[in-house]
């Protein structure tokens, strides 16, 4: 496994998303419970363990109490993966002091997180709403805190914004925009849709990126061809840059193996 730097840490080139552990499958309601249900903390410590023996060493997954205590436990049992926070904000469905995403990225500064980004929600809901000053809170906020800095994103055009106006460390581009954020930030379980232009026009702005580019939903959320999908990731992702994939170890127990060895053979050209 190669490693590639992003601001002061060494990043593989293959990466874990958490999106699994947290129950966001991207295929329904009842996928998503599966997830949840199956994800113990044994489990979770298990996949982990198994992707620091793939040469796997960071996990790109959201702040709150789930994953913060969970990592907690991992690195207490003498894990060392390092931890890409996902800043966000309502993870709680009633309201509690503190959950605005100043509290998470502190608490996740606080936890142990290596960098932190800003929601790809929150980051295509800022952009629509032409909220630019929150975007330089956040980005003084994480530099305050010592942290690399970046930014999650589903349209092209936000991350544009962000490549000419922002001094991110890395910016997370996602290949699909499976729903609006322009009303709201959160995650939408119903309607998404993946259209293959979205992903076309997210390429053409990734090849416009000076600083290392994280490519995440680089499969639509399990919802498109895995082969067609890595031989697109051979004529995108650069040689500085990373590729993110959500895990399930109970769909299939190889699957962290057999995805470095599509990426090695179809964007590491080894």
């Not at 295929?27 to 994800?39: A, L, P, V």
């Not at 998470?104 to 909220?131: I, M, P």
């Not at 399930?248 to 590491?268: G, M």
Request: with cysteine.
């Amino acid at each position: 496994m190669r490693y590639v730097p992003i601001c002061n840490a060494e990043v593989s080139r293959v990466a874990v998303g958490g999106n699994q552990i947290s129950g966001f499958s991207h295929q329904g309601d009842e996928r998503s419970k599966e997830m949840t249900s199956w994800f113990t903390i044994d489990r979770i410590c298990d996949m982990l363990n198994d992707a620091e023996e793939a040469g796997i060493n960071t996990l790109f997954a959201r702040s709150d109490d789930h994953v913060i205590g969970t990592l907690s436990e991992y690195w207490r049992r003498g894990g060392r993966i390092q931890w890409f926070a996902q800043i966000t904000a309502s993870v709680f469905e009633d309201a509690r002091t503190g959950d605005n995403w100043q509290g998470w990225l502190q608490r996740s500064a606080e936890a142990g997180a290596t960098a932190l980004y800003l929601h790809g929600g929150l980051t295509d809901y800022w952009f629509a709403n032409k909220s630019f000053d929150l975007f330089q809170e956040f980005q003084k906020l994480g530099r305050a805190n010592g942290r690399a800095v970046g930014y999650a994103g589903h349209t092209s055009s936000a991350h544009q914004w962000v490549r000419d106006n922002v001094d991110a460390d890395f910016q997370m581009c996602s290949y699909y925009n499976p729903t609006d954020r322009t009303a709201s930030p959160h995650h939408i379980s119903h309607g998404e849709s993946w259209v293959p232009e979205h992903r076309d026009l997210m390429a053409a702005t990734i090849a416009t990126i000076q600083k290392p580019v994280v490519h995440y939903k680089v499969f639509a959320g399990g919802n498109r061809p895995i082969q067609e999908a890595f031989e697109f990731m051979g004529g995108t992702v650069r040689s500085g840059d990373v590729a993110l994939f959500g895990i399930f170890p109970k769909d299939d127990p190889d699957q962290i193996t057999t995805d470095i060895e599509l990426f090695e053979k179809h964007v590491e050209k080894t």
